[in-house]
């Protein structure tokens, strides 16, 4: 069976900067990846290259066995870039309907003009579109005619939370149907809502990755978020932070720094337990070295 995405030792330079070192990656069907890193680690470009936009200094890709870039590829994948560049003259309907006509399995237009909410804007010209309306275009163009393997960078920059959660149930629908997403994304949240595994990269460099089971499993730190009176602090020890109209601890043995807060007759009110975030696990993770 071939994956959907073979990348080996993938590297970018521009000048003196090298953008992407030695990425390798690999996607399955019903996988999806999501890539992270802060602004300029080289997101935008590993995807470049993985999609045969860019031409790698070293390294190969494959997509399902084919070269980025053939026909063959370009046929199975779908595409929201980080930047859209539509023709200001035409409608929704008349983009989807150029695309659909060059993909494998022709797509119903009504159901995408439905799944991505474009009904009142598919036959006005984009010209004057907002930010997320054009990205709701964008989105729709890569689901379309359910291609094999989706690229998405920062597929929700822009967007409301109410298209933000319609784009998340789209996506999980089409990777529990067999789909292979990758995506960027600075959203956290989103991440954890679509992806099964993470790849992170820093000034190009891969610095972590695994599956967000692995990951969470590694970490068994909780957040515990408790309330105090006017003018109560908490005690030194428990080294909680203000968050909100509260106060925030991570702690590693939430029973035992419980109990003390009980013993010593702490005063804190609407306790809260929680798994730390994706976010914050992370950043332990890197900041403690174990990666
Ligand atoms: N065409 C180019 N010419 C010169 N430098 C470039 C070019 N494209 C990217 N870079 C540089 O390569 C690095 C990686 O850029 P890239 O766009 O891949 O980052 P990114 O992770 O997608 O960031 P963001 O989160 O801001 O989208 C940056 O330092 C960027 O300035
Ligand atoms: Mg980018």
């Keep these: 069976m071939q994956k959907a995405i073979e990348a080996r030792g993938l590297t970018k330079r521009f000048g003196a900067v090298t953008a992407v070192e030695n990425l390798s990656l690999q996607l399955g069907e019903g996988e999806a990846i999501g890539l992270l890193g802060t602004n300029g680690a080289g997101k935008t470009t590993a995807l470049a290259m993985l999609m045969g936009l860019r031409m790698p200094d070293a390294g190969e890709v494959r997509l399902f066995g084919h070269l980025p ?70 989105l729709a163009l890569a689901f379309l005619g359910r291609p094999g393997l989706v690229f998405l960078d920062e597929p929700t920059a822009g967007l409301d939370t109410g298209a933000q959660d319609a784009f998340r149930v789209i996506a999980r629908d089409y990777v529990a149907k067999g789909g292979a997403l990758i995506l960027t994304s600075h959203h956290w949240d989103e991440i954890e809502a679509v992806c099964d595994r993470i790849t992170m990269i820093d000034q190009g460099r891969k610095v972590m990755e695994g599956t ?55 005063p804190f009110s609407g306790l809260t337990i929680e798994p730390l975030a994706l976010k914050d696990i992370i950043s332990r993770i890197r900041k403690e070295g174990c990666i």
């Design 69 to 138: 870039g053939s026909a063959a590829a370009r046929e199975v994948m779908g595409v929201t870039p980080q930047a859209t560049g539509f023709p200001d003259q035409l409608s929704p309907r008349e983009v989807l309907a150029y695309a659909n006509a060059r993909r494998k399995n022709c797509a119903n237009l009504d159901d995408v003009i439905t799944a991505f909410a474009l009904g009142p804007l598919i036959n006005r010209r984009m010209a004057g579109f907002s930010g997320g309306e054009v990205r709701r275009v964008a």
């Design 212 to 266: 967000l089971t692995d990951i969470r499993a590694r970490m068994q730190a909780r957040q515990i978020g408790f309330t105090l009176p006017e003018g109560a602090a908490p005690p030194d020890w428990i080294r909680a932070r203000p968050q909100g109209m509260g106060w925030r601890v991570e702690s590693d043995d939430s029973d035992t720094d419980l109990r003390r807060m009980v013993t010593e007759k702490v």
